[in-house]
């Protein structure tokens, strides 16, 4: 039997970073093309390519069953349209694989859909712990004015599938409204399906 050392990490509170970070990606505006709603504000903003959010991965661990990873993700704050800046956004590729988020800092969602196209959200602030059961698909999205930060942790097998969010969208996306933030119905959800299939 090979040990693996427990290990511990930093997390900056100030900013959500992780300074002794394995890893860090950089997910800029070019990275999400075609996700937000709005194809006109985002083909204006993506000249200048701006930063949506970074994530740190803490520890290399292996990607085996019984491991965890955990990793921050800091969102920037800003719009595309009347959208607001979001993670890309996954199923997991071992589907039935959990994860748990905690809130650090700033103010934001989480949107979670099942396979079907159900969606809920859940408003996130520092020191909301938010629970992404087997199954359901995840992104999240900073509806603040400053940086929105959360802690992940998840199983180190769970992997990533972003083909079906990629071509399907998100049932539900997250737009500036007079009173707020709301979770409204994405008019794009599921269209290129529907189009190969109705061809
Ligand atoms: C998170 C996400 C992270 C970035 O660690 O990977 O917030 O979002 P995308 O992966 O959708 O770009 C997680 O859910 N891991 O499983
Ligand atoms: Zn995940």
Same mark, same amino acid.
């Given at each position: 039997?090979?040990?693996?050392? $427990?290990?511990? &990490?930093?997390?900056?509170?100030? +900013?959500?970073?992780?300074?002794? %970070?394995?890893?860090?990606? !950089?997910?800029?505006?070019?990275?999400?093309?075609?996700?937000?709603?709005?194809? !006109?504000? *985002?083909? @204006?903003?993506?000249?200048?390519?701006?930063?949506?959010?970074?994530?740190? +991965?803490?520890?290399?661990?292996?990607? *085996?069953?019984? &491991?965890?990873?955990?990793?921050?993700?800091?969102? !920037?704050?800003?719009?595309?349209?009347? !959208?607001?800046?979001?993670?890309?956004? &996954?199923?997991?590729?071992? =589907?039935?694989?959990? *994860?748990?988020?905690?809130?650090?800092?700033?103010?934001?969602?989480?949107?979670?859909?099942?396979?079907?196209?159900?969606?809920?959200?859940?408003?996130?602030? =520092?020191?909301?712990? =938010?629970?992404?059961?087997?199954?359901?698909? &995840?992104?999240?999205?900073?509806?603040?004015?400053? $940086?929105?930060?959360?802690? @992940?942790?998840?199983? =180190?097998?769970?992997?990533?599938?972003?083909?079906?969010?990629?071509? +399907?969208?998100?049932?539900?996306?997250?737009? %500036?409204?007079? +009173?707020? /933030?709301?979770?409204? /119905?994405?008019?794009?959800?599921?269209?290129?399906?529907?189009?190969?299939?109705?061809?």
């Amino acid at each position: 039997m090979t040990y693996v050392e $427990p290990i511990a &990490h930093q997390v900056r509170l100030a +900013d959500g970073t992780i300074p002794s %970070a394995h890893a860090v990606q !950089e997910r800029r505006l070019s990275d999400l093309r075609g996700l937000f709603l709005d194809l !006109e504000a *985002e083909a @204006a903003l993506v000249a200048h390519d701006p930063l949506i959010y970074r994530v740190y +991965d803490a520890a290399d661990l292996p990607k *085996e069953d019984g &491991h965890l990873l955990f990793s921050t993700t800091v969102i !920037e704050p800003g719009r595309v349209g009347d !959208e607001y800046f979001m993670t890309k956004g &996954h199923f997991h590729a071992r =589907a039935d694989r959990a *994860e748990l988020y905690y809130g650090l800092s700033g103010q934001g969602m989480l949107l979670l859909q099942t396979p079907d196209g159900r969606v809920e959200s859940l408003p996130m602030v =520092a020191g909301t712990a =938010a629970y992404v059961p087997p199954y359901w698909g &995840h992104r999240t999205v900073n509806t603040g004015d400053a $940086p929105f930060v959360f802690l @992940a942790c998840y199983p =180190a097998d769970a992997g990533y599938d972003y083909g079906t969010i990629a071509r +399907d969208g998100f049932a539900g996306i997250v737009v %500036a409204g007079a +009173d707020g /933030p709301r979770v409204v /119905p994405n008019p794009r959800f599921r269209a290129a399906t529907r189009a190969s299939t109705s061809a």
